[in-house]
């Protein structure tokens, strides 16, 4: 079974550059995570979907970030303009449903912004 | 004070030492995750449990729900178990997570 799959891997970009960031959870799998994680602390949530529903999108900074899950599978995040802050690290996770279940993980995208 | 703390925050030991790494909260929760983080890689779950103990080769998971407190056991550790081990909270039927700030193992040969 293939797990979830983030692409880009790696992006280096300048500042006031936009950048996306695209995700494909694990089939069947209704529950869809964006986090940021900076080095050496643990993830942040950006935002949940539920099938093509962002039910929780209270830390997403929406000045500059945004999501969507149009058919409630594939997912894309994107920043615009990027700032020097947002260099890190990009996961995107999925579970059956969002009750506490096991999250499983991207390999993520590491952005650096110049 | 976080409602997630895991201790040490680092260690490092010999290979085939027995590892443990704790993991002790302060909240009413509905399951208990353990993950692992390779340097550069992404994040891999290890275990999800509400209750007991859980075993996984050489991995060992156990909870005291009384006392809020996890344990994650390595055994006959080995440098390739070299990773950060985080642990992290599931409330209720609450989606998110709270996670603690991670134990950077290093297994040396």
């Known amino acids: 079974e293939a797990g979830v799959v983030q692409s880009p891997r790696y992006k280096i970009i300048e500042k006031k550059q936009p950048v996306a960031f695209w995700c494909n959870p694990i089939?069947?799998?209704?529950?869809l995570y964006w986090y940021l994680q900076n080095l050496g602390q643990g993830p942040e949530l950006l935002i949940r979907?539920?099938?093509?529903?962002?039910?929780?999108d209270s830390q997403l900074p929406k000045d500059r970030f945004s999501a969507e899950r149009l058919k409630g599978v594939d997912s894309t995040l994107k920043i615009q303009p990027a700032e020097l802050g947002d260099s890190a690290v990009y996961l995107c996770?999925?579970?059956?449903?969002?009750?506490?279940?096991?999250?499983?993980f991207g390999p993520g995208t590491r952005l650096l912004v110049l | 004070k976080n409602e997630v703390e895991q201790s040490p925050q680092n260690l490092t030991a010999q290979e085939g030492e027995f590892i443990t790494i704790n993991c002790s909260y302060s909240?009413?929760?509905?399951?208990l995750h353990w993950l692992q983080q390779h340097p550069g890689g992404g994040i891999v779950s290890l275990f999800m449990?509400?209750?007991?103990?859980k075993k996984h080769g050489r991995l060992i998971a156990t909870i005291n729900i009384q006392e809020k407190h996890s344990s994650l056991h390595i055994t006959a550790s080995h440098p390739r178990d070299s990773a950060v081990y985080i642990c992290?909270?599931?409330?209720?039927?609450?989606?998110?997570?709270?996670w603690g700030a991670g134990t950077k193992l290093i297994i040396k040969p």
């Open positions: 996770a999925s579970s059956l449903t969002g009750s506490g279940e096991t999250q499983y």
């Open positions: 089939s069947g799998h209704n529950t």
């Open positions: 979907y539920e099938n093509e529903e962002a039910v929780d």
């Open positions: 909240v009413g929760i509905s399951a």
């Open positions: 449990l509400s209750s007991g103990k």
């Open positions: 992290a909270v599931s409330l209720g039927s609450n989606y998110q997570l709270i």
